[in-house]
């Protein structure tokens, strides 16, 4: 089966192709500003010389993280499945990110703290050990202010995580991927209908709808 996976949580975006869960071709997009997710697919499809068509599998990663893009990749997916013969299925990208982070030289046991921008002066936070050869998240997904999650990541603890070095310098990058949502997704059973699934957030989205622009009437007025 061909899974195209799309993870547009962070700045870094990307989609991928995958045959039976192993990695087949990926494109990364990570210029400011729209992403170009036609495009983005359509050179993943040409660097693994597979049509359309063939791709039986959508994987999105869910965040959290950017909400506009996070909705755009799902747009994208459900707008696809509506063709039929393509199931849709969610993974989180905060789990595709551990399972990315990479583990050369690390000693068993060590810790690190996993960071994602929340907004509003506050991360999601996940704390992660390195056991038997990968990182496996501890606890429950926290949101913590920029002190809180410093006070967390104190002494020797790594940061890790999209971007992280904007506001921790000791901070090290690193960002979830289409390859690792895809590497999730491809064996997943589709809990539910591609239309209900939604993005992953630790606190309810509001809108708030501005007021029309207004003119003084007097203004102006001799």
Known sequence: MTTLALE????KRSASLLNEGLFVAEAVHVEEGHTPVIALVRRVLEQAGISRESVKRIAVGLGPGSYAGIRLALAFAQGWSLKGGVDVVGVSSLEALIHGIPGDNVMEGTSALVLVDAHRGEFHAQRVTFCQGCWRPEGCV??????AAERAGAGDMRILGPGVRRWFTGGTDCFPTARHVGILGWSMNPATAPEEIEPIYMRATVFVKAPPPRTDLLEGAG
């Open 8 to 11: 547009f949580s962070s700045d």
């Open 142 to 147: 926290l949101l913590l202010t920029k002190e």
